[in-house]
């Protein structure tokens, strides 16, 4: 009585379209970049300092934090700056091209965390 009708739509093709370069690994780059850029400034660096200043020496940390910290002290806020700007671009692109507002249409995605196994990360 809804009269739903479904209709099958490839998302990974529809957003290749609007991702940089139509490659997967930039954006993926982009959302590395804002991750750990705001890890290191908001935890890692105060986190450090903290520690100096308390304790005279440097914390250890374990190997994941300590990676995503040494790779983020590195980056600039430029380098934040630009991934920021791929970001929002492709949101924008997605916003106006894919997930168009329409009065007639309920679109469901799909989006969860799949088949995400904790021992694998």
């Known amino acids: 009585h809804l009269k739903i009708t479904t209709v099958p739509v490839n998302f990974t093709a529809s957003l290749a379209e609007h991702l940089p370069s139509r490659d997967f690994a930039a954006f993926q780059h982009a959302s590395n970049t804002l991750a750990e850029y705001r890890s290191w400034v908001s935890v890692g660096k105060p986190l450090v300092e903290a520690y100096k200043d ?64 904790e021992s694998q990360s």
Do not use: C
């Not at 250890?60 to 990676?67: I, M």
């Not at 995503?68 to 949101?91: E, N, P, Y």
């Not at 507002?101 to 088949?115: A, C, E, K």
């Open 54 to 117: 308390k304790f005279n020496s440097t914390p250890t940390f374990d190997p994941r934090p300590s990676a995503m910290f040494a790779r983020g002290a590195k980056l600039t806020s430029k380098d934040f700056l630009d991934a920021q700007s791929v970001l929002h671009a492709f949101r924008e692109s997605v916003a106006s091209d894919v997930l168009k507002p329409d009065i007639n249409t309920l679109t469901f995605l799909p989006i969860g965390r799949g088949l995400y196994n």
